[in-house]
């Protein structure tokens, strides 16, 4: 039995290892839709090592570990199958009140591309009346003088995610979806000389069509103020450049996304702090800035250009404490990759 019990753990680690370090290395794209319906395929091959091994040693752990996987496979698949996954085209519902609408719209027959047109234009039409904010946005606050601090907080839910450049105003964006909105709110507080910036996408229906996530907010912030940014993003692509930015303080959240962070050198000290979920989490910091980074968590791929290990989950470069300006990275993953670039 604990013979058993090692080969099912054991296996299923060695799986996972292995489909992670060749997915990060660009070896293997497994195409999932292809390959779940075929879960019973797992149970087929237990029931004939069973018939063909017999009570021999070992057997019984493959044996489990092929039930194990199958379970999980016939899981994942009629979980694949509940979120309406018909080839290229999902469709997420994110709003209890539409759940009934929602359900109407999915027993219809979509397989034809106008009638799925048809119903997205209904669904605009209900949701957004009139004075309701356009699927289509463009948002932005004049720079005041006086402004010296800002913050920015960014509520992605799922898309596409944009910010480089510099802009005159304190905050622009341009936004674009398929049925989902977004709203932004800014103030300011002149006794202090600062001001708060918020993005922020809208409930609704979230449609991904040909691979392709339609929600998408590209950002551009004034390169004046010393910003504290929270970004938030549940699934999707982020690609944020802060190298013209004084940033102060960033928060990053994600769970299943590709993130690409670009900082900078304008202030003497930034913190960066980052929670993934199933991500992949590029960090690039130019090389005259010293560099800590702080790691918790236990299944993470890592590439550390330019650090050493210092023990303990610590990673420094080597001009970190002669260095003028200094970076520090505080990151916890589930099951990520994680790579460190110096530029």
């Known amino acids: 039995m604990r013979n058993s019990r090692g080969i099912v753990w054991g296996g299923l680690l060695i799986i996972l290892g292995v489909i992670w370090l060749l997915r990060s290395m660009n070896l293997l794209n497994i195409d999932w839709d292809a390959v ?14 069973l018939m063909a091994a017999g009570r021999e040693r070992g057997s019984g752990g493959i044996v489990a570990l092929l039930i194990t996987l199958s379970v999980f496979g016939g899981i994942v698949n009629k979980t694949h199958q509940a979120i309406d ?61 006086f402004i010296q601090k800002a913050s920015f907080n960014l509520e992605g839910g799922a898309g596409s995610f944009t910010l480089n450049g510099n802009t005159a105003k304190l905050f622009e964006a ?36 040909n691979g392709e996530i339609s929600n998408q907010a590209k950002i551009q912030l ?20 802060f190298s013209n930015y004084k940033v102060e303080k960033l928060k990053v959240s994600t769970g299943v996304a590709d993130m690409d962070l670009r900082l900078g050198d304008k202030l003497p000290m930034a913190v960066v702090e980052i929670e993934a979920g199933v991500a992949s989490v590029t960090v690039e910091i130019p090389e005259s800035v010293g560099c800590e ?25 080597s001009n970190f404490d002669t260095a003028a300006k200094k970076v520090i990275v505080h990151y916890e993953g589930g099951l990520t990759s994680i790579n460190i670039k110096r530029y």
């Open 293 to 317: 980074m702080r790691m918790d968590g236990a299944l993470n791929a890592k590439s550390m250009d330019g650090m050493n290990s210092v023990g303990n989950g610590v990673y420094r470069s």
């Open 174 to 209: 341009s936004t674009k979806s398929t049925v989902v909105g977004f709203k932004s709110s800014t103030s300011v507080n002149k006794l202090n000389n600062t001001a708060s910036v918020s993005l922020k996408m809208e409930e609704g229906n979230v449609k991904i069509k």
């Open 85 to 145: 996954n018909h080839g290229d085209n999902w469709n997420f519902g994110w709003h209890d009140d539409d759940d009934d609408n929602y359900d109407h719209h999915h027993d219809e027959d979509n397989d034809d591309e106008g009638d799925d047109d048809d119903r997205d234009d209904d669904y605009r039409k209900e949701r957004w009346k009139s004075g309701d904010r356009p699927v289509n946005g463009s948002y932005n606050y004049e720079m005041e003088d």
């Open 36 to 49: 779940l319906p075929y879960w019973p395929v797992l149970l087929i091959l237990a029931g004939a090592i």
């Open 222 to 241: 004034n390169e004046k103020p010393i910003w504290n940014i929270d970004l938030g993003i549940g699934a999707g692509k982020g690609d944020f450049d």
